[in-house]
């Protein structure tokens, strides 16, 4: 985790929310959080457990680990996205990210860093958010250097049969 504060805010935002929720505080939830404001950027759940697993020394049924993601997601404290057909998660406390997406090969990168249009930052202000995540879909610049090469293929042919 990036700091003390933030590490400290997080586990009692988790501990808040399994209170009013009247759910056990059990060190594998905790071992979870941990892990996965461990992680940077987004992770699947074999990460998740690997993770568990080499740098933690802690092993938990996958069932808890999916079980653990749910109420986390739902105490506001990690993202689920859906690229396609990769279901992947994410810490979300204090963060900001966009993403691009190939709509070709399904590359996804990830940027923490975004400026947003006026119009955008006019929105966001209308309402109170704990966090946001801008996608962007189009060619990545491979993808892009091959259709355009496929494109010159077809080119060069009409030329030469004509």
């Given at each position: 985790?990036?700091?003390?504060?933030?590490?400290s805010n997080?586990?009692?935002?988790?501990?808040?929310?399994?209170?009013?929720?009247?759910?056990?505080?059990?060190?594998?939830?905790?071992?979870?959080?941990?892990?996965?404001?461990?992680?940077?950027?987004?992770?699947?759940?074999?990460?998740?457990?690997?993770?568990?697993?080499?740098?933690?020394?802690?092993?938990?049924?996958?069932?808890?680990?999916?079980?653990?993601?749910?109420?986390?997601?739902?105490?506001?404290?990690?993202?689920?996205?859906?690229f396609g057909?990769?279901?992947?998660?994410?810490?979300?406390?204090?963060?900001?990210?966009?993403?691009?997406?190939?709509?070709?090969?399904?590359?996804?990168?990830?940027?923490?860093?975004i400026r947003?249009?006026?119009?955008?930052?006019?929105?966001?202000?209308?309402?109170?958010?704990?966090?946001?995540?801008?996608?962007?879909?189009?060619?990545?610049?491979?993808?892009?250097?091959?259709?355009?090469?496929?494109?010159?293929?077809?080119?060069?042919?009409?030329?030469?049969?004509?």
């Amino acid at each position: 985790m990036d700091n003390v504060k933030a590490e400290s805010n997080i586990e009692q935002t988790f501990t808040d929310y399994l209170k009013d929720n009247k759910l056990r505080r059990t060190p594998e939830r905790y071992a979870i959080l941990k892990a996965v404001y461990s992680i940077n950027g987004s992770f699947d759940i074999e990460t998740l457990l690997e993770s568990l697993e080499e740098s933690y020394k802690f092993r938990v049924s996958r069932a808890t680990v999916y079980n653990t993601i749910a109420l986390l997601i739902n105490a506001n404290l990690v993202i689920h996205h859906i690229f396609g057909t990769k279901s992947l998660y994410e810490k979300c406390y204090n963060r900001e990210m966009s993403y691009t997406i190939c709509t070709q090969c399904g590359k996804i990168s990830e940027s923490a860093h975004i400026r947003l249009n006026d119009t955008l930052k006019n929105n966001i202000k209308k309402f109170s958010h704990t966090h946001y995540s801008l996608y962007v879909y189009g060619l990545c610049s491979k993808c892009q250097r091959t259709m355009k090469r496929k494109k010159q293929k077809v080119t060069n042919k009409l030329n030469v049969s004509k």
